[in-house]
Each structure stands twice: as C-alpha cells, then as structure tokens.
C-alpha cells in the first residue's frame, strides 16, 4: 500500500508522475514578494525651481512580474496638486508642468504589481521666491 491509499488503483509508475505533478503545481503557486523598481530620471534630487519655470518629470518603473499600477503624484502644502495614475501598467511617465506656486512641492511615484506588491518613491523639491 503506498502513502496515499487514493493511488492504490495506480501503477507506480502513475503515483511519481502524480506526486511529481502536484509539486510542480505547488511550486508554480508560489507568490511574488518583490517590490516594483521605480527609478526617477528627473529632475534629480534636491532640485530648486523658480515661480514659473518649467519641470520635466520623467520615471521608469519594472517589475519581475507585471506591473499592475503606476503613477505620479504632485503634492504642494500635502494636498495632491496633480494625479496621473495608469492602470495599464505603463512602464515610463513623462509630465511636463509649469511650477506655479512659491512654496516647496513634493513628487511622488507610486508602482503596484499584480500580485499586489507596492513602491513608492518620493522627492522633494525647493521653490525658490
């Protein structure tokens, strides 16, 4: 009799293949627990702007699954000032804004894969008056 009295009705043989079967199922359900990258290209850290300038934003994200969300989030004084999000999965955002207030902002890039997992990334820039 072997370990598992529902395979008695097969070979030796078929119990292998079932129980090998079983751990490739099992392995394959296995579930991703690595954070999306988020890269921001610009601007760069640290970066001061003037009342009225112009702000390139720019940010790549990747994953070792897919990619579910991504985004980019403005926030002036903590209040969102400007939402991209994408559920697409887009692997690049570029924004172009214009900086209109004399007060520092913060840039904040959001990732969330399909298997649930999140990154952010946040900068904050300097405005000067």
């Known amino acids: 009799m072997g370990r598992f009295p529902f395979l008695n009705l097969l070979p030796v ?9 079983m751990l490739l199922a099992f392995a394959a ?12 290209h ?13 702000m390139w934003i720019q940010a790549e994200f990747s994953d070792n699954d897919a990619l579910k969300e991504t985004g980019i989030i403005v926030l002036k004084n903590g209040v969102s ?13 570029n924004y172009l804004i214009n900086v209109t207030a004399n007060t520092d902002f913060e840039v904040k890039a959001i990732a969330e894969d399909v298997s649930g997992n999140k990154a952010e990334l946040k900068r904050t820039y300097n405005v000067v008056p």
């Open 81 to 93: 000032d400007m939402d991209h999000r994408d559920a697409s999965g887009a692997h690049g955002h």
């Open 29 to 40: 359900c296995k579930k991703d627990k690595t954070d999306p990258v988020i890269v921001m």
């Open 13 to 21: 043989k078929a119990e292998f293949i079932f129980l090998f079967a």
């Open 42 to 54: 610009s601007p760069v850290e640290g970066a001061s702007f003037d009342n009225g300038d112009t």
